[in-house]
């Protein structure tokens, strides 16, 4: 019988909140040093929800410990690690890695020094609702939708909760306090879901405030 949603949040949710942090990252880490993708997981769940870390850490290693077989998985019982692009055979060391990473981590109270998002998951889990609004509202789609920027954006603020709304505005002021360099802040509205060039005259820094200035 296939997991139920809780099912699999009881026993794979932080292990699939590891494994999406992955998402386009490579699974190099060694028992030396975590992966980039790790150390941006380890940062943003330090600061957002360090509880889960013991959890990630147990579903870590109880999964490398008992790897379904593939009739299980076949079947739906079983959470499918995605090809993280390693051999079949390493995955089961790879997570125990990752576990022993993620413990030492724990333990020591070591955790990555804040920074600026370094891969597409941490981007999205540390500015959710600007990656839901960029993403919604500025696909390449937009052209087609809307008669300019400005439309799309009273489009938003329209059919948004204004407590939504609110948290847009300050991860837009957050991001704007990263004082990035103009490539960069390109860079992360485009990790963030936008696929059309911001409205001339503007570069992506003075778009940004120019919106937060509009939601107010």
Not at 62 to 71: C, D, Q, T, V, W
Not at 127 to 138: D, I, N
């Amino acid at each position: 019988m296939p997991l139920s949603p809780l099912e699999h949040d009881r026993r794979y949710g932080e292990l699939d909140q590891v494994i999406r942090a992955y998402a386009g990252q490579p699974a190099d880490d060694t028992p030396d040093k975590p992966s980039q993708a790790l150390t941006a997981y380890l940062r943003q769940t330090w600061h957002t929800r360090p509880w889960a870390l013991a959890t990630a850490e147990t579903q870590l290693r109880e999964y490398a410990r008992n790897p379904p077989g593939r009739l299980r998985l076949r079947l739906g019982e079983f959470y499918a690690i995605p090809d993280v692009g390693l051999p079949e055979s390493d995955v089961e060391q790879w997570l125990t890695c990752l576990a022993d990473h993620i413990k030492h981590s724990v333990e020591t109270g070591e955790a990555p020094p804040p920074a600026t998002p370094t891969t597409h998951w941490e981007w999205h889990v540390h500015f959710p609702e600007l990656a839901q609004f960029l993403g919604g509202w500025f696909s390449q789609d937009m052209p087609d939708e809307f008669d300019d920027h400005d439309a799309a954006v009273d489009d938003y603020a329209a059919g948004t909760h204004p407590q939504l709304v609110a948290r847009l505005v300050g991860e837009l002021r957050a991001l704007l306090a990263l004082d990035l360099d103009e490539p960069d802040y390109a860079l992360a509205v485009a990790e963030l879901g936008m696929e059309v060039d911001p409205p001339a005259p503007y570069a992506p820094s003075g778009w940004l405030t120019l919106v937060s200035q509009r939601l107010e």
